[in-house]
């Protein structure tokens, strides 16, 4: 579904700044996996993110999505393919606009957007429908601005977006890291039943190492810009978080793991 | 002070009032058009002190070469889409911020409209055409009634746009730009699109008023933003007031225009004031100033450092007891 080969991405090149933020990472995810993706602060997994969903163009290297080489399209010309929930629940909603009209701007996702009215009647039944299924009372505020809703209530209904029309990818960096733990299991719990009902080929970025072995079917590990780790299958079961910490230390070459790492 | 008050002629105030509301139907065509970029793209566009000039010259000209007035508004419509586009392309396609892209083509729309109309000002020969929007004071009632269908008619055009799927991908730019192009919207398109109907509407009323007051100038548009601005939060503060929570986006648009029509008529009474009129830019960059800040204030308010110091303060007093 995503094949990802040998791409490259240097941030500020020729500067004092310069930061090579990916060197040569290669990627297959068949359909339907649900691949869950760790690494220290700094190690590319916004970046590797960012370069699938075309937020700027990578150095080096082809991305394909579906058998589609999008190497050289624009973010919003990949959205028919993608879809995302960012780590900032402010980022995946727009504040000032009703629930509904976010929800009909993503059933649009990628399509060419015509005089038509915004949103139909047939499709806030829809809406209503999806939104009882994340069992957070929403259904009945379809009206209501989202900027009032809570950040967990904005995730939830990112991830309702970026599933309404089905992609073909389904790109999710911390989205849980910015709620507190009550609220990111839940949501955590809403990504996994939309993943599955969808059966989406699914990325998915988090700092608990609980959480990546728990989630997925694949487990990848970034340092400084490489794929160092790649498990799956009865390998990604049976890690616990203990091996999965000394595997890091062993890429890293240090005992302290980041903070953030060891929140597990 | 008796002989101040004396001096102020009620009838004279009531005279003026038409002429006030004609005058801030006009703007309000203008006030539309800065809503559509400063509330709906969240952009502070600078082109439409330009632009309205534009409107205005064009159709001035157009006039004086013998066009029918309807059609040389359209022409005036139609030089504020250009002038708008070409903001939104130096902003977008060549990453000048907004501000400043308005600026460089306000300041290039200055020499154009000397180079249309050759001089600083062209008056049109009221004589020789009939004119259906005019401050002549016989049918200066006629001209509210026309222009008022006008603003009825074009907000309601711009209600249906903004609620299509096109105008709503316009409204998610203005209001989350990593969203919309995540949901595969072209938001340098949108902001173009935006910018070119907002100057579109700015020029328009530029045209109108230069018919109105029978001249065009290249100083017609100075300091239009401001009252742009101005008639846009009058009008939330009072539709905010009147309607509260029933108010839906159609009456939001109609009260940009009665906001035009309250400054207009707060103008008009505070000339008969006495006050100076060389000095009104200056009251209303100052009123527009203050209502701008409210917002800001309220919430400083309820959460400052200066409180927050205050509180510290008092409870280290109590703890030291
Ligand atoms: N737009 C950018 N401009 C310049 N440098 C960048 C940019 N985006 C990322 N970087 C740099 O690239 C490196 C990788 O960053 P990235 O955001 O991918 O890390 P990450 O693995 O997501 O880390 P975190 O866990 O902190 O989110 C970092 O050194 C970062 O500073
Ligand atoms: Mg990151």
């Given at each position: 579904?995503?094949?990802?080969?040998?791409?490259?991405?240097?941030?500020?090149?020729?500067?004092?700044?310069?930061?090579?933020?990916?060197?040569?990472?290669?990627?297959?995810?068949?359909?339907?996996?649900?691949?869950?993706?760790?690494?220290?602060?700094?190690?590319?997994?916004?970046?590797?993110?960012?370069?699938?969903?075309?937020?700027?163009?990578?150095?080096?290297?082809?991305?394909?999505?579906?058998?589609?080489?999008?190497?050289?399209?624009?973010?919003?010309?990949?959205?028919?393919?993608?879809?995302?929930?960012?780590?900032?629940?402010?980022?995946?909603?727009?504040?000032?606009?009703?629930?509904?009209?976010?929800?009909?701007?993503?059933?649009?996702?990628?399509?060419?957007?015509?005089?038509?009215?915004?949103?139909?009647?047939?499709?806030?039944?829809?809406?209503?429908?999806?939104?009882?299924?994340?069992?957070?009372?929403?259904?009945?505020?379809?009206?209501?601005?989202?900027?009032?809703?809570?950040?967990?209530?904005?995730?939830?209904?990112?991830?309702?977006?970026?599933?309404?029309?089905?992609?073909?990818?389904?790109?999710?960096?911390?989205?849980?890291?910015?709620?507190?733990?009550?609220?990111?299991?839940?949501?955590?719990?809403?990504?996994?039943?939309?993943?599955?009902?969808?059966?989406?080929?699914?990325?998915?970025?988090?700092?608990?190492?609980?959480?990546?072995?728990?989630?997925?079917?694949?487990?990848?590990?970034?340092?400084?810009?490489?794929?160092?780790?790649?498990?799956?299958?009865?390998?990604?079961?049976?890690?616990?978080?203990?091996?999965?910490?000394?595997?890091?230390?062993?890429?890293?070459?240090?005992?302290?793991?980041?903070?953030?790492?060891?929140?597990? | 002070?008796?002989?101040?008050?004396?001096?102020?002629?009620?009838?004279?105030?009531?005279?003026?009032?038409?002429?006030g509301i004609?005058q801030g139907l006009?703007w309000g065509?203008m006030a539309l058009?800065v809503y559509?970029?400063f509330r709906?793209?969240?952009?502070?566009?600078?082109?439409?002190?330009?632009?309205?000039?534009?409107?205005?010259?064009?159709?001035?000209?157009?006039?004086?070469?013998?066009?029918?007035?309807?059609?040389?508004?359209?022409?005036?419509?139609?030089?504020?889409?250009?002038?708008?586009?070409?903001?939104?392309?130096?902003?977008?396609?060549?990453?000048?911020?907004?501000?400043?892209?308005?600026?460089?083509?306000?300041?290039?729309?200055?020499?154009?409209?000397?180079?249309?109309?050759?001089?600083?000002?062209?008056?049109?020969?009221?004589?020789?055409?009939?004119?259906?929007?005019?401050?002549?004071?016989?049918?200066?009632?006629?001209?509210?009634?026309?222009?008022?269908?006008?603003?009825?008619?074009?907000?309601?055009?711009?209600?249906?746009?903004?609620?299509?799927?096109?105008?709503?991908?316009?409204?998610?730019?203005?209001?989350?730009?990593?969203?919309?192009?995540?949901?595969?919207?072209?938001?340098?398109?949108?902001?173009?699109?935006?910018?070119?109907?907002?100057?579109?509407?700015?020029?328009?009323?530029?045209?109108?008023?230069?018919?109105?007051?029978?001249?065009?100038?290249?100083?017609?548009?100075?300091?239009?933003?401001v009252i742009g601005l101005a008639a846009v939060i009058i009008g939330e503060v009072l539709a905010e007031a009147i309607i509260?929570?029933?108010?839906?986006?159609?009456l939001r648009l109609l009260f940009v225009v009665i906001g035009s029509i309250v400054y207009y008529l707060v103008y008009v009474f505070v000339?008969?004031?006495?006050?100076?009129?060389?000095?009104?830019?200056?009251l209303t960059a100052i009123v527009v100033a203050i209502f701008l800040a409210v917002p800001?204030?309220?919430?400083?308010?309820?959460?400052?450092?200066?409180?927050?110091?205050?509180?510290?303060?008092?409870?280290?007093?109590?703890?030291?007891?």
């Open positions: 579904m995503l094949r990802v080969e040998s791409i490259s991405k240097t941030f500020n090149p020729g500067t004092i700044n310069e930061k090579k933020a990916l060197c040569g990472v290669s990627l297959h995810l068949a359909p339907g996996d649900f691949v869950t993706v760790i690494g220290g602060n700094g190690a590319g997994k916004s970046t590797l993110l960012n370069a699938v969903a075309g937020t700027w163009p990578v150095d080096d290297g082809r991305i394909l999505i579906d058998n589609v080489d999008v190497t050289g399209l624009p973010d919003f010309r990949r959205a028919k393919y993608i879809g995302r929930v960012f780590q900032d629940p402010m980022m995946g909603t727009a504040a000032n606009m009703q629930l509904v009209e976010n929800l009909a701007l993503a059933l649009r996702r990628g399509k060419t957007r015509t005089l038509r009215w915004g949103v139909t009647k047939a499709e806030s039944e829809q809406y209503r429908e999806r939104l009882a299924q994340l069992g957070l009372g929403l259904e009945d505020r379809l009206t209501v601005r989202v900027g009032l809703l809570s950040g967990g209530q904005r995730q939830a209904v990112t991830l309702l977006m970026a599933s309404l029309m089905q992609p073909k990818l389904l790109l999710l960096d911390e989205h849980t890291a910015a709620l507190d733990p009550k609220t990111a299991a839940k949501v955590l719990e809403i990504s996994d039943q939309i993943v599955s009902e969808n059966n989406l080929t699914t990325l998915m970025v988090t700092h608990n190492m609980k959480d990546a072995i728990r989630h997925g079917n694949r487990l990848i590990m970034l340092h400084e810009g490489r794929i160092v780790l790649d498990i799956s299958g009865e390998e990604k079961k049976n890690m616990t978080v203990p091996q999965l910490l000394e595997m890091f230390h062993t890429v890293s070459g240090s005992d302290d793991a980041n903070d953030k790492m060891l929140l597990s | 002070m008796l002989e101040y008050f004396a001096s102020l002629n009620g009838a004279a105030l009531l005279r003026a009032c038409p002429g004609a006009i065509i058009g559509m970029t709906m793209l969240d952009l502070a566009d600078l082109t439409v002190d330009g632009s309205f000039a534009t409107g205005g010259a064009a159709c001035v000209m157009l006039i004086a070469n013998g066009w029918n007035p309807e059609l040389a508004l359209l022409i005036a419509f139609l030089t504020g889409l250009v002038a708008g586009a070409v903001t939104g392309l130096l902003h977008t396609k060549l990453g000048i911020p907004a501000i400043l892209a308005g600026i460089l083509t306000q300041i290039s729309l200055y020499s154009i409209n000397l180079n249309i109309m050759g001089k600083a000002n062209q008056a049109i020969n009221v004589n020789a055409t009939v004119l259906r929007i005019t401050s002549n004071a016989n049918l200066l009632w006629r001209t509210i009634v026309i222009v008022a269908v006008c603003c009825v008619a074009l907000i309601s055009v711009l209600y249906w746009y903004l609620g299509t799927e096109h105008g709503s991908a316009l409204r998610a730019t203005g209001s989350n730009g990593a969203m919309s192009r995540a949901l595969g919207i072209n938001t340098d398109t949108m902001k173009i699109v935006g910018l070119a109907l907002g100057n579109g509407l700015v020029a328009l009323s530029g045209g109108m008023l230069s018919q109105y007051q029978g001249f065009a100038d290249v100083n017609m548009g100075r300091g239009a933003i509260g929570k029933r108010l839906n986006f159609w000339l008969w004031l006495k006050f100076p009129a060389n000095d009104m830019k200056l800001y204030l309220q919430k400083m308010r309820k959460s400052s450092f200066h409180h927050a110091g205050v509180r510290a303060r008092a409870q280290q007093k109590g703890g030291d007891r």
